[in-house]
Structure formats: C-alpha cells, structure tokens
C-alpha cells in the first residue's frame, strides 16, 4: 500500500482471531461456520509482526480480527497488541487497525492515538441494508456514529499535530456490494457526505460474492464490474473536484456498466464540450475523458513551454488520445467526429457473474 510522503508500504495482514459471534451472512467464519477456530495472544501478535519487520519481510501491519463474544474485551487485545508494538517494541511504523463493531467511544480514541490509521465497514448504506448482512450489527447506532468520531479525532489530531513519527491518516470503510439490494446512490451519497466533512479518507468496495455454507450463498454475486465502477466515481469525487450531484445514474439508481462514471457525465453534457486545449483551465481539462490529475497538470505545464500542435504531443503528455479526442480542439479542429463507441469492455462477457457459490478458507474481512 501507498502511505502518505512515505512512498510504497509492504503490510502484513494478522487477523488476531477468526473465531466470532456475529451472523454475517457473506463471510466463511460467521458464528455457523464450519470453520476451524485460532486466537492470537497480543504478545503473539507483537512479537510475530517485529520478528517479519526486522528480517525485511514487512514494513507494516494491518490488523483485523472477529467478534468473539463482547466486543470491547476483543477491541482490548487488539489495542494490547498495538500499545506492545508502540511501547515496547518502539515501533513507529504503520499500523491500520480495524475496528470492531461495537467497540465503545473511548477504545475509538484510544485507536486513533496508537494506530496510523483505523477503519470501520460499514458494509451497507443504511439500517435496513446492514441488518440483512448481520442482524447483530448497528448501521444507525454504532457503525456510522463510531466512523464518524473516528474521523472527527482524526482532524482534531492532524490540528494539534502528532507525535513526531506517528502520523495519522483519514478513516477508511467498506462496502459489501450487492448482497443487500442497496444502490450505487446510497452508497456513493454516504460516501460523498463523509468526505465532503473530512470524516473518511476513502472507501473500499468489495463485489458481493456467495460463500458456500454461508447464509447468503443462494445470493447472485454482484458483477466486478460494478465494484469498478464505484471506484471511478468514488476517485472523481475525491480527486477530480466532481459534486455527488453530477453522478449520473441509471434508472436503477446504479452507475451504469458501460461507461465509466465521467464519460457517462461527459456524454450528458455536450454543451461543455469540445474544449480548446490551448486555453482550457486545469478544472476543465481534468474532467475530459482520457485525462486524470497528472495529464492535466502536465498539458499546463507543457502549453507554457511550447505550442501543443497535434495529437502526438497530446499523447505525449499523457493523454488517451481515443478516448479524449471528440472532447477536445486543437487550434480550433474538434480531433474527432464521434465520440468513441462504447468503452472497450471491463471483463470478458460472463466473467464474475458466476452463480455459483464459491469456497474460500479466508474470510473476507481478513482482507478488509
Ligand atoms: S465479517 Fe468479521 S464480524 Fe462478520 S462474521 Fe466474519 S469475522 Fe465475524
């Protein structure tokens, strides 16, 4: 993973025990699960974790665990596990720690000093959703409240400045997508909300897939694609300067699988387009199709050094060119008559669509 300044962080990913009394209806370890059951002492977990990060193996840990019994005793040894790692072995590094439903206000701010980031899924977009997953968990009551202080301590934290050495960063959440019937406008209007307040750093998105054994393994999965396409919208909101209220939406209330979610926007909006390149503003550029951050930042740069003359320097400066073409003008030429049929496809047609459950030893929030 990427750390802030600190460049590409290889994590190690300890799940403190997979035992758990909770019903979530997507995951292999729910509290039915034929599965067999482990449990890491803190010290375990501290000790197993410096021995990778001293021999090279690991720069970072993230940590997760299941829900055996009351939530805060296992949130207890997690932050155990963590204040070793801290305190006693003085290790300074990257810690994510994911927090546990249910875990109490004062273990949330405990994290928030000893890790360098937490996260909460919030797994759906609302009560109803969440209660389909796992009767047990609390979207209004717990999830979204304890996100929330999450990321209020957080900025409090950036404000009065960390300990040298400890930075902290944003909160993240995850999505299970598609098990619950929820839609992309739900999940993206809470996304968008939480970012806008400085409350999230980003959100993850993880395609629904049925388990076998599980209580949802009758579930359809949720295409990859879909998945996807949340990250797009998700990206133009963050770093593309888009308003939650641009997104276009299907019928359905979903993005729509064919396009990606700025050339569906880019195609509902003709009157803003073709844009010259020689004077467009950055905000302008970064919202053609074929144009992220960087390529927009580098076609302003470049036009103050020369004269951008054909598609070539395009090209050169990092444009898409197929795709930006019927977007932009050249020296006063629209660079294409039609915009470029459809997107070329995500997957292969079919592929993640399978119904049939598969079979995993892993539980998904070992990766979450
Ligand atoms: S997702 Fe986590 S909390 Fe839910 S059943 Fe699996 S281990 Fe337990």
Redesign the pocket.
Known sequence: MRYPGQGVTRLMRVMQT?A?S???GY?P???GGKVQRTYLQPEEVARVFMGAHRSGLADGLFLTS??PGRPSKMTDRMLAAVDLLRRREGFRGYVHLKL??GAEPAQVETAVRLASRVSINLEAPGDAYVRSL?REKDFAGDLLPKLELAGRLVLERSRLGAPAGLPTVGPTTQFVVGAAGEQDREILGLVARLERHGLLHHAHFSAFQPVVGTPLEGRRATPAAREARLYQAEHLLRQYGFEYDELIFGADGNLTLHDDPKTAWALAHPERFPIEVSRASYEALVRVPGIGPATARALVAARRRSVIRWSGDLRAAGVDVARAAWFLMLRGRRLARAPRPRQLRLFPPGEHLTQAPFRTPV???AYR
């Open positions: 997979n758990c909770l019903s979530c995951c370890t729910f509290c299941g829900v546990l439903p796992a539980p998904p929030c």
